[in-house]
C-alpha cells in the first residue's frame, strides 16, 4: 500500500519561510515523478512544483518560481518544500503527490496522494 504523509505546515507572516516534508512509503516509486500541489478555499486543485529524476529537473508554477524550490532526498525516500518569501496568497492545503508526468514544463498530478497539510500566511 502506497502513502504519502506530508509535514511541516503552519502559520507564518508574510515574508517567511516553511519547509513541507512527504515520506514516500513504497519504494516502487522511487524513481518516479514527484510533485506539489495546493487547494485554496473555493479554489481548484493547482500545481506548484515537479521534480523528475531522468533527465533531472524541477518545474514551477509561475507565481512561486524564484521563491519556491523541490529537493528530493533518494537514500530516505522522501521530497521537500522549500516556500521562501511566502505570500499571504499561498495560503491553501499543500498535497504531496507521486507518479505524475512532465513535458515541456506542463505537469500532471499521478494517482498517489498524500493527505494534505496546511499552510497559512499572514499579512
Known amino acids: 500500500q502506497v502513502q504519502l504523509v506530508e509535514s511541516g505546515g503552519g502559520t507564518v507572516q508574510a515574508g517567511g519561510s516553511l519547509r513541507l516534508s512527504c515520506a514516500i512509503s513504497?519504494?516502487?516509486?522511487?524513481?518516479?515523478?514527484m510533485g506539489w500541489f495546493r487547494q485554496a478555499p473555493g479554489k481548484e486543485r493547482e500545481f506548484v512544483a515537479s521534480?523528475?529524476?531522468?533527465?533531472?529537473?524541477?518545474h514551477y508554477a509561475d507565481s512561486v518560481k524564484g521563491r519556491f524550490t523541490i529537493s528530493r532526498d533518494n537514500a530516505s525516500n522522501e521530497v521537500f518544500l522549500q516556500m521562501d518569501n511566502l505570500k499571504p496568497e499561498d495560503t491553501a492545503v499543500y498535497y504531496c503527490?507521486?507518479?505524475?508526468?512532465?513535458?515541456?514544463?506542463?505537469?500532471?498530478?499521478?494517482?498517489?496522494w498524500g493527505q494534505g497539510t496546511q499552510v497559512t500566511v499572514l499579512s
Open positions: 503527490n507521486a507518479a505524475g508526468y512532465c513535458s515541456n514544463s506542463v505537469c500532471l498530478p499521478g494517482a498517489y
Open positions: 513504497a519504494r516502487t516509486l522511487s524513481r518516479s515523478v
Open positions: 521534480f523528475v529524476l531522468s533527465p533531472r529537473s524541477s
